[in-house]
């Protein structure tokens, strides 16, 4: 029998308390990597490092990250998710931190976009008309998770090593590179890409014009 690799969304935990969210600190000279974005640490970011670190003790990638959800009327953090590489355990080169969470997130609310979460379109409980949720990684964000960031409309994203860490020498992963790689022309990328016409090709747009379908 197959071996079932069907992972369990993580669940949220209640929080309920004021949302210390990012705080901006003093500029580093304009010449540095990050200058312009440098924020304090806090207690969410401290608990994504540390899904990082328990990811790496059961055999998975050095990545962890958390989502907070945040009352828009009351500043409350309500609930956050946190979450960690699954990559190995689950053979899914998609599995990364950052994309983990978002996916529970949005399956246990039921939507679809996290920067402004209706009362009465989410299944969990919200004391206020709306809220939104911030995210909080272990590391720079690679290029796929980046795009899950944007796609959810998460507004806010606090990251705690950089891309050059992940890649270093003896850490070996393809941060740096990736981030580089969609740079180029795309005659130069290492993934051979290709534009091939098609007839075809606007067929489902001109149908989504016309089905009415929910836009996201």
């Not at 304009?30 to 490092?49: H, K, T, V």
């Not at 609310?109 to 709306?130: A, K, Y």
């Not at 990251?159 to 070996?172: L, Y």
Request: net charge negative; aromatic share 8%; charged share 25%.
């Amino acid at each position: 029998m197959q071996e079932d690799r069907v992972r369990r969304l993580a669940r949220s935990t209640p929080c309920g308390e004021p949302y210390d969210g990012v705080r901006p600190l003093n500029p580093e000279p304009e010449d540095a990597p990050f200058a312009g974005i440098e924020a304090a640490s806090n207690r969410w970011l401290e608990m994504a490092c540390e899904e990082a670190k328990a990811s790496v003790g059961e055999g998975g990638g050095p990545f962890g990250a958390v989502l907070v959800q945040v009352d828009d009327e009351t500043g409350r953090a309500i609930r956050c998710w946190r979450d960690r590489n699954h990559v190995v355990e689950l053979s899914d080169p998609t599995a990364h931190a950052e994309v983990s969470v978002i996916r529970s997130a949005c399956s246990e609310l039921g939507v679809f976009h996290l920067d402004m979460i209706d009362r009465d379109e989410s299944r969990l409980p919200q004391d206020g008309s709306t809220s939104h949720c911030e995210i909080y990684s272990s590391c720079e964000p690679c290029p796929m998770c980046y795009s899950a960031i944007a796609w959810a409309r998460i507004p806010v994203l606090v990251f705690a090593a950089t891309r050059f860490e992940a890649s270093a020498p003896q850490v070996g992963f393809r941060d740096e590179e990736m981030h580089r790689e969609l740079c180029k022309p795309y005659w130069e990328r290492s993934v051979q890409v290709y534009h091939a016409n098609s007839s075809r090709a606007a067929e489902a747009f001109d149908l989504w014009r016309r089905s009415g379908n929910k836009m996201y």
